[in-house]
T-cell receptor, first 113, second 115 residues
Framework: DVKVTQSSRYLVKRTGEKVFLECVQD?????MFWYRQDPGLGLRLIYFSYDVKMKEKGDIPEGYSVSREKKERFSLILESASTNQTSMYLCASSLPPPQGEQYFGPGTRLTVT | QQQVKQSPQSLIVQKGGIPIINCAYE??????FPWYQQFPGKGPALLIAIRPDVSEKKEGRFTISFNKSAKQFSLHIMDSQPGDSATYFC??????????????FGSGTQLTVLP
């Protein structure tokens, strides 16, 4: 069965802290994605990776970075968390094109105080 | 710039009704249009998807209607059930020029089906 797991369901951090969100997939997918989900805005792509050590910016990369050292693991890093980064963060993985289906993890609700 | 506009934001129907969720897009390069369903506490999951060479696709009680000239597509849920209560997202993607297919999502519709 397809599975994408995220390290935390809920996370509370203080402004200025460095935050790591971890995502692991067990489907041997080449592509991995990080989104943030906010009410009324849908899902917005932060970064994606199409191979180990390869990454590309999505629509809203400012304030974030990513790391992919192993095929199954994709990390999202908030270098200095700010209150406007309070959100639900979703990780997804997919096969290479032309397949389009993305498989999502359950999400991490991050609160920055 | 929102490239996929979704409406309504919320929708309440009685059991057995046919909720309809609409999406409109601007980018004529989009060639893949999926719908995702999200239950509380879960990540979105692919429900049904369509490509622009067909005008309609059915999977069980779920139907996508696609109007290429109007740049619109919609999701219809036949004989809706309380278990269909969820948030629905439309999305769109151009033919990938690189190594990954990037999805642009609509803003979501929260559907409630009353028993």
């Amino acid at each position: 069965d397809v599975k994408v797991t995220q390290s935390s369901r809920y996370l509370v951090k203080r402004t200025g802290e460095k935050v790591f969100l971890e995502c692991v997939q067990d489907m041997d997918h080449e592509n991995m994605f990080w989104y943030r989900q906010d009410p009324g805005l849908g899902l917005r792509l932060i970064y994606f990776s199409y191979d180990v050590k390869m990454k590309e910016k999505g629509d809203i990369p400012e304030g974030y970075s990513v790391s992919r050292e192993k095929k199954e693991r994709f990390s999202l890093i908030l270098e200095s968390a700010s209150t406007n980064q309070t959100s639900m963060y979703l990780c997804a993985s997919s096969l290479p094109p032309p397949q389009g289906e993305q498989y999502f993890g359950p999400g991490t609700r991050l609160t920055v105080t | 710039q929102q490239q996929v506009k979704q409406s309504p934001q919320s929708l309440i129907v009685q059991k057995g009704g046919i909720p309809i969720i609409n999406c409109a897009y601007e980018n004529t390069a989009f060639d893949y249009f999926p719908w995702y369903q999200q239950f509380p506490g879960k990540g979105p999951a692919l429900l049904i998807a369509i490509r622009p060479d067909v005008s309609e696709k059915k999977e069980g009680r779920f139907t996508i209607s696609f109007n290429k000239s109007a740049k619109q597509f919609s999701l219809h849920i036949m004989d809706s059930q309380p278990g269909d209560s969820a948030t629905y997202f439309c999305a769109a993607s151009p033919f990938p020029s690189g190594s990954a297919r990037q999805l642009t999502f609509g803003s979501g519709t929260q559907l409630t089906v009353l028993p």
